[in-house]
Antibody
Framework: QVQLQESGPGLVKPSQTLSLTCTVS??????????WGWIRQPAGKGLEWIGRVYTTGRTNYNPSLMSRVSISMDTSKTQVSLKLSSVTVADTAVYYC?????????????WGQGTLVTVSS | EIVLTQSPATLSLSPGERATLSCRAS??????LAWYQQKPGQAPRLLIYDTSNRATGIPARFSGSGSGTDFTLTISSLEPEDFAVYYCQQRSIWPDSFGQGTKLEIK
């Protein structure tokens, strides 16, 4: 059973960089059958894709965040990382790590439990 | 970006009743429409993918239908554990997008 666990600071100051890590257990992240991404959800609001990374290193980023986001993976550590720069209070949200099936056009079949990140001075 | 509009925003029903949730896309998404259920404090759970396919372990009371731009999630007879927020999601064109959600509450 694949498990995804997000980790990182729960509080980030405005203008700084938000950095989160997703550690995957119970399976390899090296398989080309899957991509790995990040989705966020502000409190009481809907879900927004941030971006995803493939084992080839290719990435897809949401155009609304593209200038500030970077997603990468470390297969040796089975980790996926998210960096979001120049954060504002609007970036306060629960951040989820997610696995997508490449052969199913990115269908997300596994989610992490989510981690709350608050942007505040 | 494809915009998904869900209706109603809130649906108040009793256990045992039938629930019908709608999702309309701003342009065709082919059959790449999924439904997720989210309970408070939890990650979303995949219910239906590719319009009408139930995910592993999802009860038969959940069904999906539709095509092109109009899709429906039906719960044939509500169980107490079904009261939650439901999101539709398209993955036809990146960025994959979600609807704003329908809250299914106990009447």
């Amino acid at each position: 059973q694949v498990q995804l666990q997000e980790s990182g600071p729960g509080l980030v100051k405005p203008s700084q960089t938000l950095s989160l890590t997703c550690t995957v257990s119970g399976g390899s992240i090296s398989s080309g059958n899957y991509n790995w991404g990040w989705i966020r959800q502000p409190a009481g609001k809907g879900l927004e894709w941030i971006g995803r990374v493939y084992t080839t290193g290719r990435t897809n980023y949401n155009p609304s965040l593209m200038s500030r986001v970077s997603i990468s993976m470390d297969t040796s550590k089975t980790q996926v990382s998210l960096k979001l720069s120049s954060v504002t209070v609007a970036d306060t949200a629960v951040y989820y790590c997610a696995r997508g099936r490449v052969g199913d056009n990115g269908l997300v079949d596994y989610w992490g439990q989510g981690t709350l990140v608050t942007v505040s001075s | 970006e494809i915009v998904l509009t869900q209706s109603p925003a809130t649906l108040s029903l009793s256990p045992g009743e039938r629930a019908t949730l709608s999702c309309r896309a701003s342009q065709t998404v082919s059959s790449y429409l999924a439904w997720y259920q989210q309970k408070p404090g939890q990650a979303p759970r995949l219910l239906i993918y590719d319009t009408s396919n139930r995910a592993t372990g999802i009860p038969a009371r959940f069904s999906g239908s539709g095509s092109g731009t109009d899709f429906t999630l039906t719960i044939s007879s509500l169980e107490p554990e079904d009261f939650a927020v439901y999101y539709c999601q398209q993955r036809s064109i990146w960025p994959d997008s979600f609807g704003q959600g329908t809250k299914l509450e106990i009447k």
